[in-house]
C-alpha cells in the first residue's frame, strides 16, 4: 500500500518552542519522520514523503507547498480519482492510499499493520489523535477527501458519512499520539525506541515522575 | 474473567476542580464507572468494584480503604497467590484477573476484549495511560504485583521482568484515555457515547476546536 507522509520543512513543530531551538526542533522532527518511514516500511507499506521542499530521504519524495489540507486532497485526487471517473472505468474501489503523519514518533510496524488491516475492511480507516486530530488513515473510496482545520477527526467521519463511505476508526494510543507539545515528549521517552527517543535521551532529556502525569526535564 | 474496576468514594477526580464542583464530580465520577462497568460486562467480564467506601452498584462490591496499591495487591495476593503456593497447588499458572480503572470514559466492549485477548497470551497485559500511569491490566502470574506511585506503567513493566513474567502492552487509545484533567473531558465528548459524555453535554459542555487540540467549554 502506498503511504503518504506528510512533512513540513518550514518551520517544524512551533508548539515545542519552549522546549528545543528552531534548529533542534528540525532535527527533532526529522528524526521522527525517520522513524515513521521504518515503521510504515516494516509494516510492508510503500512510503512516499509529501514535503513542502526538497528533503534529502531515501522513499521518493513528492514536493507541494501548499497547505496540509490541499496538497494532502491532491494525492487523493491522483490516486482514488473523481467519483465520477471511478463509476466510469473501475469498479468504483481504487487502490487504498494511506496518509500517516510525520510526527507519530511512536508508531510501530504492528500498529501500522492494524491501520493497513482496518482499511482493507472499510472505504475509510483512521486512527485519531488526541484533541480531535486525524493522525493516519486508509482511504478507497473515490469521493474521500480531508480537511485538517479544527476538529478533523470529527470533520472526516462526517465527510466519509456525506459521500457515503463506510469509516472505521482505529483504536491504537501510538498512532493517536501526535507529538506538538512538551508534554508528548513524555510520552516518545516512555514508549519508543527509535531515533526520536535517541535524539532527545542525547539532548538531555529524562522522565520527571515527581508529580501526577510523567513529565519531561532536561539535564 | 474476574475484573476488578477500583473506585474511589472519597474526593474523587480531585484534578477535575478548575471544571466541576465536587458534587459534580462525584456524580461525573459514577457516570463513569457505570460506563466501564457496562463495557466489561458486555466484553464477557465479571466486574467487582474494589470500592474505599460502600457504593451502590449491580456488580459485587469489595470495600477496602487503604490506599490503591494496597488494595490492589490483597486482590492479586487472594486470587493469584503467593508465588510458592501456585508451584505447590496448581500448575503454576492461576487464573487470569484484570484491573481496570473506573475512569476509563472512553472503554468500548471491543477494548476490553482486546485486553482479555492479550493476557490470555502474556502472564501480564496492560494497556498503559498517558503519562506513563496504568490503566488496565490482565495478570496470570503469581508473583506479579503493582505499584501505582509515580511512572507505574514503566514501574510494572520492570516487576514483570523481575519475577519472570511475559509481559505485552495492549496498543489502545481508547483504555489509555483515563479522564483526570479538563483537557480529557475532550476526548470523552469526542469518543464516547454512554453516560460520562451525556452528563457532560447535559451540564453544558461542549467542544471547542478555535486553536489547536480540541478542549471543552461551558455553556
Known sequence: MEVIVPFSTDRPKSRLSDALSPEERAEFARAMLDDVLDAVDAAGGEPRVLATDA????????????ALTEAVNAVLDARLG???????????SPEPVAVV??????????AVERLFEAGRDADVAMAPGRGGGTNAFVA??????VDYHGASYLDHREIAAEVGAAFTA?????????VDEPADLAEVL???EGRAAAWLRE???????SEGRVAV???
Open 170 to 178: 482505529v483504536d491504537s494510543q501510538r498512532l493517536g499520539t501526535d
Open 203 to 209: 539532548a538531555g532529556f529524562t522522565l520527571d515522575a
Open 217 to 219: 526535564v532536561r539535564e
Open 101 to 110: 503523519m510525520a510526527d507519530l514518533a511512536l508508531a510501530t510496524p504492528a
Open 140 to 145: 478507497s473510496h473515490p469521493a474521500f477527501r
Open 190 to 192: 516512555i514508549h519508543a
Open 55 to 66: 528533503v534529502d530521504v531515501d522513499p521518493p519524495v513528492t514536493v507541494d507547498d501548499r
Open 82 to 92: 473523481s467519483e465520477g471517473a471511478a463509476d466510469d472505468e473501475t469498479d468504483g
